[in-house]
């Protein structure tokens, strides 16, 4: 059974910053498309970066230059660095993973993705 465990601080300021990471058992992240969504209140979820099978990463606008998606292989381990924290940065984020596929155009279609974290709630304050 493949699982996908994510850990991070919950609770921080405006500016703060935070790493998550996302690590699996069974499945090897660098067979496939991975990513990282997110789910603020009220709202759907959405897609926030992902890092490919090659390792490159690609990322949503609204968090492009302030968000690092990556990988270490020996550790079979995701990371989403999180930098320059906004309060609309808080939300449940959630890892994901498709083996076997390139990420694609649409990696930010959550039905693409066969296996998900459990989340974890990020809150940032004002």
């Known amino acids: 059974q493949v699982q996908l465990v994510e850990f991070g601080v919950d609770l921080l300021q405006t500016g703060g910053f935070l790493k998550l990471s996302c690590s699996a058992s069974v499945y090897t992240f660098r067979s496939g498309c991975s990513a990282w969504f997110r789910q603020a209140p009220g709202q759907e ?3 926030v970066a992902l890092i490919d099978r090659d390792g490159s990463p ?6 492009k230059g302030r968000f690092t998606s990556y990988r270490d292989n020996t550790k079979n381990t995701l990371y989403l660095q999180m930098n320059s924290l906004k309060p609309e940065d808080t939300a449940i984020y959630y890892c994901a993973a498709e083996p076997e596929f390139w990420c694609g155009d649409n990696w930010y279609i ?13 809150t940032v304050s004002s």
């Open 45 to 47: 979820r959405a897609g």
């Open 58 to 63: 690609k990322y949503a606008d609204a968090v």
């Open 110 to 122: 959550e039905g693409k993705y066969d296996y998900w974290g459990q989340g974890t709630q990020v």
